[in-house]
């Protein structure tokens, strides 16, 4: 966007080193959409109309349960569903309803406590981003982000489809001094921040335009129409639970020539 182009999608492939469970593999694929000058509902409007179609298209036997998609957000979703990823289902057992549904403004900021295992600052924590540091705070008076994180909203949304995330994005920051203050609530002094995303806020100094994107996963989404209990079986050559390739036989060793060309030093 910092760039000039408008707008963009691609199917991409991507690694996520996550734990692995049912609904999840270490290797997925997702539809990447960003757009520039757009607002959050007009993303989530283009998300509506497309799995309506897709679903139409595809599955034209399943039924979806409620259009326009309901919009909730996330303290209502965790006070009435204790999730932020309800099923909105009338009958959770048929097996051709789909229940689509967006969930909206979340906390920007969560408290993470540190590791008393791995930390000398046994009991103490520090504020962490919901999504990620780069979505755009329903605020822009920086002392209020800098004294009150904790009652800062985001411009954050995810899709869910009965009972499973299915997508998630954000509107973006595109004010340097707004990212640089999200990085400070983060507790990056203001050295790190430069040292570590100078590049980011110097391309930003010559005007970003305002933007944001959405993500939604395509295998997550093929398990559920498929009425599958695990992502695994509507996806080629799966990994393990444990995220290994049994076909390449990965992780593997690596040897000390490859490691040299490189220039990467394991030490043990």
Not at 41 to 60: A, G, Q
Not at 71 to 100: G, H, Q, T, V
Not at 128 to 150: G, Q, Y
Not at 233 to 259: C, H, I, N, Y
Request: glycine share 6%.
């Amino acid at each position: 966007m910092v760039a000039g182009f408008e707008k963009y999608f691609q199917i991409a492939r991507c690694f996520r080193d996550e734990d692995p469970r049912a609904d999840r593999q270490a290797e997925f694929t997702q539809l990447d959409i960003e757009m520039s000058f757009i607002e959050r509902d007009e993303i989530l409007d283009l998300i509506e109309r497309l799995f309506i179609d897709i679903v139409k298209t595809i599955c034209p036997e399943k039924k979806i349960m409620q259009i326009p998609f309901p919009r909730i957000s996330y303290k209502e979703a965790m006070e009435k569903y204790n999730s932020d990823k309800p099923d909105l289902r009338k009958d959770k057992n048929d097996p051709n309803e789909l229940a689509f549904g967006f969930v909206v403004d979340f906390p920007m900021f969560e408290w993470k406590k540190e590791d008393p295992s791995t930390s000398s600052g046994q009991g103490k924590g520090r504020w962490d981003a919901v999504h990620h540091p780069f979505t755009r705070p329903m605020t822009e008076n920086i002392e209020e982000i800098k004294k009150n994180p904790e009652k800062i909203l985001a411009y954050q949304y995810d899709f869910v489809l009965n009972g499973y995330e299915i997508g998630g994005g954000s509107l973006r920051i595109f004010r340097p001094e707004i990212l640089e203050a999200v990085f400070e609530v983060m507790g990056h002094t203001k050295e790190e921040i430069r040292k570590q995303f100078g590049h980011l806020l110097e391309a930003f100094e010559y005007g970003v335009p305002p933007h944001g994107g959405i993500a939604p996963g395509i295998d997550r989404f093929i398990m559920i129409l498929a009425n599958e209990p695990s992502i695994r079986e509507v996806m080629a050559f799966p990994k393990t639970g444990d995220s290994r390739d049994l076909m390449m036989d990965g992780p593997a060793e690596v040897s000390e020539k490859q490691l040299k060309e490189l220039h990467i030093k394991i030490g043990k």
